[in-house]
């Protein structure tokens, strides 16, 4: 405060420190008060956890050992390590952030735990992604099929809800929903038209499963089919107004190793220069463009709130026809991406 000794003026104080007169009042009260402008620490509240105990509090979270935060609380407690029980919410933030300080962050996760690779499932994603790294993606069409759900009929289905505190969205649930299932490619042209397919309710179908009966899901014969009117003659209009020859992506269902044989017919018939994309590596949905499509096609449907089976099916091959083209120009362009993490990764999982 040499400069209020020297000149015993408030404005002139403020001016010269560049501050406030009300910043100087307080300075000159504390230099009376106590003989020193320097904030004294408070005491404050003793912390509940220690930093040790806060560290062993995240490592307890992390064994998975305890299925809740209130557990590990007692416990700790029960070691004599924290004085009472503490609040889980206190416990949490101690743990957090004692593992946010040593670099090892932690969070949580809900939901279910996603299917663990084995290390040979983990070495063939490593070796496809790092084979297919520098793949024109462009020429690719990622196949798949999805089963959408009637549950709700009537009712809109919305990702968020806004409601009066303390009240749930509701809507009438079908026990036994009937379903349309259904086989789409997508390419960054556009997707393909739907190919509707045995385990469609209210479906006929001519297909029979090993012992004789009407199929109720994809056979190697239903299959040929979905790739020689639905699959291949559309990679035709959709990858081939450039010219040059495209990849048709599949995954390793038993239906799919007809698609050898079925290609190579297509191609002479067809004078078509379309290969397989081979050794897709399983367990591997987030490799797969189309598995995001899939979502916002659930999403573009559950919001119509159909009222009738006939007007949900319809739904769903409408919605899967009119995918925006900037969605799938956006997914192509992250495949590279992908696959980088991946490897990184060491073939692990990634989310996408």
């Not at 969070?107 to 070796?127: D, F, M």
């Not at 990622?142 to 303390?166: E, M």
């Not at 081979?278 to 659930?298: F, G, K, M, T």
Request: glycine share 6%.
């Amino acid at each position: 405060m040499s400069v209020w000794e020297s000149s015993h003026s408030i404005q002139g104080t403020a001016n010269t420190l560049h501050t406030t007169r009300k910043a100087v009042r307080h300075a000159i009260h504390a230099l009376n008060a106590a003989g020193s402008i320097v904030k004294r620490k408070s005491g404050g509240r003793p912390r509940a956890l220690s930093g040790t105990t806060a560290q062993q509090a995240a490592a307890m979270l992390l064994s998975g050992e305890y299925s809740s935060a209130d557990q590990v609380a007692h416990k700790l407690h029960s070691k004599g390590l924290t004085a009472k029980v503490v609040h889980k919410t206190t416990l949490i933030r101690a743990a957090t952030s004692s593992a946010k300080a040593s670099g090892n962050p932690i969070h949580a996760s809900r939901g279910h735990p996603r299917k663990q690779l084995s290390k040979a499932n983990q070495n063939a994603r490593l070796e496809f992604c790092q084979i297919n790294l520098r793949r024109d993606w462009k020429r690719v069409m990622f196949t798949d099929r999805k089963k959408f759900l009637f549950k709700h009929p009537g009712a809109r289905v919305r990702q968020v809800w806004w409601l009066l505190k303390g009240k749930r969205p509701e809507a009438i649930t079908v026990n036994h929903p009937m379903g349309v299932n259904v086989y789409v490619g997508i390419t960054p042209h556009g997707a393909t038209t739907s190919h509707i397919i045995s385990g469609t309710s209210k479906h006929t179908t001519s297909y029979t499963n090993k012992a004789g009966v009407s199929s109720k899901n994809i056979t190697s014969a239903e299959y040929q089919d979905v790739l020689k009117h639905t699959l291949l003659p559309e990679g035709r209009r959709l990858l081939e107004r450039e010219g040059g020859g495209w990849v048709l992506q599949q995954d390793n269902d038993p239906s799919h190793k007809v698609a050898t044989h079925v290609i190579e017919q297509w191609n002479k018939e067809h004078m078509g220069k379309v290969s397989l994309l081979s050794a897709w590596p399983p367990n591997s949905p987030d490799l797969n463009l189309i598995e995001n499509v899939w979502s916002y096609v659930q999403a573009r449907v559950d919001a119509r709130g159909c009222q009738t089976f006939s007007s949900f099916k319809q739904a769903v091959i409408d919605e899967c026809r009119t995918v925006p083209k900037n969605l799938l120009r956006n997914l192509y362009a992250s495949m590279p991406t992908r696959l980088q993490k991946v490897i990184d990764l060491n073939g692990g999982k990634i989310d996408y």
